[in-house]
């Protein structure tokens, strides 16, 4: 059996770890766009605040150790461009050198995570915006903190990344405010009371919430200057752009998958609309679990558990993935 899976990640790397566990004479492999493979995406930002510091620590296995250990064909820096699925072939560019060649697969699964949204607003091409999203995003933040010494940074997002990039920053002597389109901060997750202490808590630690402001632009002669909000301008030597995701699904417009705004939809198998192929991670649309309506769940959580099971119905199986709860963790202050 041929497999290909498209991503590296905690989707991608569950699926091909599995899958070989459960078929020794399998030809398995994997295409990351990536430098890296099997990384902590949960741990980027305390990376960056030292609280984790040890870079290695980041890697559950490197590209070396997962072609030893599970004997598949991790190809790093190459991007699937397109799928054929009536050809049951990928379409792939090496990063690295522009080839472009294909491959062909008797079953291929899809988990090529998800991308950071950027507005279209004046100055989002300066200098000193950042997104969080993988491994070099984290050596350019970290670096950056550590060479300039910024006195001030605004994190745009008062979700998950950005209030844990907000906590890392702070403890980095980095004086940060947070500013947040919604009513109050974590809106997805808490309800207005809760958000209240936790943006009390932040506040009593030095970290400033905004919310119901909105990012309008950027400010500065060929950098970060000021953060021009619906409010007023904020004095900012970088600024951090959480806003959310996008599932990273622009290559299959024309495959012919079901999708909803940009999300793959699965069924309780995980596979898509077309049986030979499967989907986990952050492009797919799952089940919530109380409500049994469809979620999206960009959560490595969700990847690592979905990933699982699409490997063990690859494999000959049928088991259902039950769904998610909607739950997450985060540490503040």
């Not at 430098?35 to 990376?47: E, F, I, Q, R, T």
């Not at 062909?104 to 899809?110: A, F, G, I």
């Not at 009593?204 to 909000?229: H, P, R, S, W, Y």
């Not at 806003?243 to 998958?257: A, C, E, I, K």
């Amino acid at each position: 059996m041929n497999y290909l899976i498209i991503g590296g990640v905690a989707g991608g790397a569950t699926v091909a770890a599995r899958l070989r566990r459960m078929d020794e004479k399998a030809n398995i492999i994997l295409f990351e766009r990536g430098k890296y493979v099997s990384y902590a995406n949960c741990g980027l930002p305390y990376y960056i605040g030292d609280t984790i510091n040890n870079r290695e620590k980041l890697f559950v296995q490197t590209v070396k150790g997962f072609t030893e250990r599970f004997r598949i064909d991790i190809r790093t820096e190459q991007e699937v461009t397109a799928i054929r699925p009536d050809k049951k072939e990928v379409e792939i560019k090496n990063l690295s050198t522009g080839e472009t060649y294909t491959e062909t697969y008797d079953k291929l699964v899809l988990s090529p995570g998800a991308e950071p949204l950027r507005p279209g607003i004046e100055g989002i091409g300066s200098k000193k915006i950042f997104t969080l999203r993988n491994v070099p995003d984290t050596d350019t933040i970290k670096n950056y903190v550590n060479t300039e010494n910024p006195k001030r940074a605004i994190v745009v997002g008062g979700g998950f990344i950005g209030l844990e990039m907000a906590e890392n920053l702070n403890a980095k002597g980095v004086k940060v405010s947070v500013i947040d389109f919604a009513p109050h901060i974590l809106p997805g997750f808490l309800d207005p009371e809760f958000s209240g202490y936790v943006e009390n808590v932040l506040a009593d630690n030095g970290i400033m919430c905004f919310t119901g402001v909105a990012l309008e632009g950027i400010l500065g002669t060929g950098k970060v200057e000021k953060v021009q909000t619906s409010r007023r301008a904020m004095k900012a030597d970088a600024c951090i752009l959480a806003m959310g995701v996008r599932p990273n699904t622009g290559f299959l417009q024309d495959s012919g998958l079901e999708m909803v705004k940009g999300t793959l939809l699965t069924n309780q198998y995980l596979q898509t609309n077309d049986p030979d192929i499967y989907a986990v991670g952050d492009c797919a649309m799952v089940t919530n679990r109380v409500t049994g309506a469809p979620q999206w769940s960009p959560m490595g959580s969700t990847a690592n558990i979905a990933g699982r099971i699409a490997a063990m119905n690859l494999a000959g199986k049928q088991v259902s993935y039950p769904g998610v709860m909607g739950t997450g963790v985060a540490k503040l202050a």
